[in-house]
């Protein structure tokens, strides 16, 4: 796969909303790569016990997603050529969903978004 940078996240999604997250997640992926992006992922969390890593304690994706009992860890990525490329494909992203949900008080969110882990990240080893 070709791409310098990509956009991370994880987060919880609660396990009564998975059909509401996948919907969005799949409009999500469509209008990503219809701007630009190279590739779009999302992951449901379904091996989140870590084995032993030379006796060092791991943290888990549940854990970074603060997710409680009735709800999934989720990690997702976007790629893209590069960080300007990502900017002028989130912000193209961004007007669209402005345009659509201008009449809604906010988007809806099938998850809580202030659970969510967001980083962008150079591309530094690929094979």
């Keep these: 796969m070709k791409g310098g940078y990509v956009d991370g996240f ?3 999604v609660p396990k009564k909303n998975f059909g509401a997250y996948k919907k969005m997640a799949s ?3 469509k209008v990503w790569k219809k701007f630009g ?3 779009y992922y999302e992951c449901q969390g379904e091996d989140l016990k870590p084995q032993s ?3 060092m304690k791991t943290r888990t994706f549940k854990d970074a997603a603060k997710s409680g009992p009735t709800e999934e ?3 997702s990525f976007i790629v893209f050529k590069s960080r300007a ?3 002028s494909v989130n912000k193209k992203v961004m007007a669209y969903f402005d345009k ?5 008080k906010e988007m ?3 998850f809580d978004p202030k659970k969510m882990v967001y980083g962008g990240f150079k591309t530094v080893v690929r094979s």
């Design 27 to 29: 409009e999500a992926a």
């Design 37 to 39: 992006a190279l590739a």
């Design 100 to 104: 659509k949900y201008a009449d809604a």
């Design 53 to 55: 890593q030379g006796g």
């Design 73 to 75: 860890a989720w990690f």
């Design 10 to 12: 994880v987060f919880p």
């Design 85 to 87: 490329h990502r900017d």
């Design 108 to 110: 809806p969110m099938p």
